[in-house]
């Protein structure tokens, strides 16, 4: 087949609907052509510059320019009428736009003219923004220092320090750090809060609901149905109530009051019954007795011993019929996708965490003395899993339920 003739293929395809696993086959097909037809050059020149698009993608931001031609995607602009708009030097953005152009993160239709691409409109969406934000002034600067904080270290793997402590000259983790850095903290929390945006709901009716029900007697009693561990602005408890009116029951978000402290939404929590307490999951879990303890993209942020700690310390708070819902990425033991791989090195790098395959988790659990009851995997190409985990029975004796409503083996 031709040049030309794969171009015509490739444009009908882009034009074909495609459900989103087929787009994702597809997508990730398409980079692994590419990346097969490269020459010693391509490779070289793609690495070299590879910092470039999260940069110049930024300024873009900054400039208002993806918003801009996103909101008139009919029209074609010149430099000049891009230039008024954005308040920039021609020349400067004439330089830009056709960095832009080389990526597709504009067209360019004519000499001088400039629209909008679907990559244009995907940089306009404020959750993308904030993702950009947080990783070209928090992540870029920790990535750069990996070759050297490696070599370092002889090439162990991290456990406790990380090129972010190289990176930023500290002593103190990202979550500490983060207190003394609000700028970094509002954008790193900013994204979190967006990163899935596009992601189908894990609650829109993909994964069984069975342990999210209370009995009238629980109802009366108050037990809360759902504590969402380091929950951040409570986004996962605000799309559970969206998506399942009908389920009765208090959820209670918690997470540091820095990053409580930062909330947006809260009318919307109060109006939806989700209750906002400040709590360190490191330490006591307050909240007992809860049908569900849900982590979503906790546990991935530390590595073993201290998640043991996390999921320890809700284990002794669960009742006999209590789950722990781990929301988090499982990694596939062969074909990890580069997004998933992406993730992994993302986490030793600013944390020396890990992305876990199934059985890191099952190991990680027994040492907390949980199992896992099943599993459910709602995004492929992430890798996003529900697991269900709930406490291993002790073999010595049969559980005790203590005055405050706990179970515990003697």
């Not at 832009?100 to 679907?118: D, H, I, L, P, R």
């Not at 934000?133 to 990380?162: D, R």
């Not at 799309?239 to 990053?259: A, M, S, T």
Request: aromatic letters at 8%.
């Amino acid at each position: 087949m031709s040049p030309s003739a794969v171009v015509d293929v490739l444009e009908l395809l882009a034009q074909k609907s495609f459900n989103g696993v087929e787009r994702k086959e597809l997508y990730n097909a398409a980079l692994k052509l590419a990346w097969s037809l490269e020459s010693e050059q391509d490779t070289a020149q793609r690495l070299y510059h590879g910092h470039l698009p999260l940069a110049t993608a930024q300024t873009g931001i900054d400039l208002n320019l993806f918003k801009y031609l996103s909101e008139h995607s009919e029209k074609a602009f010149s430099v000049k009428e891009l230039a008024t708009h954005c308040d920039a030097d021609p020349v400067l953005l004439a330089r830009l736009l056709r960095f832009y152009a080389s990526q597709c993160m504009v067209f360019q239709t004519a000499e001088g003219k400039f629209a909008a691409s679907n990559i244009t409109r995907n940089l306009s969406i404020p959750g993308t923004a904030a993702g950009i934000k947080h990783y070209s002034l928090t992540m870029t600067p920790a990535y750069n220092a990996i070759p050297e904080f490696l070599a370092q270290t002889k090439y162990a793997n991290p456990t406790t320090s990380a090129p972010f402590n190289m990176a930023y000259k500290t002593e103190m983790g990202v979550f500490e750090w983060r207190k003394h850095n609000p700028k970094n903290a509002k954008a790193g929390q900013e994204f979190m809060a967006a990163q899935r945006m596009g992601q189908r709901s894990v609650w829109d009716g993909q994964v069984p609901m069975h342990d999210f029900a209370l009995s009238q007697e629980d109802l009366q009693n108050g037990r809360v149905l759902m504590c969402d561990v380091g929950a951040g602005f409570g986004h996962q408890s605000i799309d559970f109530r969206k998506f399942n009116p009908k389920i009765q029951g208090q959820i209670v978000v918690e997470d540091l009051p820095l990053v409580q402290d930062m909330i947006p939404n809260r009318p919307e929590l109060a109006a939806l019954d989700i209750t906002v307490q400040p709590h360190d999951f490191m330490q006591e879990q307050p909240i007992k007795d809860a049908k569900v303890y849900y982590l979503r993209n906790v546990i991935h942020n530390w590595n073993n011993e201290p998640s043991k700690t996390i999921l320890s310390r809700i284990s002794q708070a669960m009742a006999r019929n209590s789950v722990i819902i781990i929301d988090d990425v499982v990694m596939p033991k062969v074909g990890a996708s580069w997004k998933q791989a992406s993730m992994d090195l993302a986490m030793m790098t600013m944390l020396a965490a890990v992305e876990r395959t199934e059985d890191d988790f099952a190991s990680l659990l027994a040492g907390a003395g949980l199992k896992i009851r099943e599993m459910w995997t709602y995004d492929e190409d992430y890798g996003d899993t529900l697991i269900v985990a709930e406490r291993i029975p002790s073999r010595s004796s049969s559980p005790m339920q203590a005055e405050d409503g706990t179970w515990s083996t003697q």
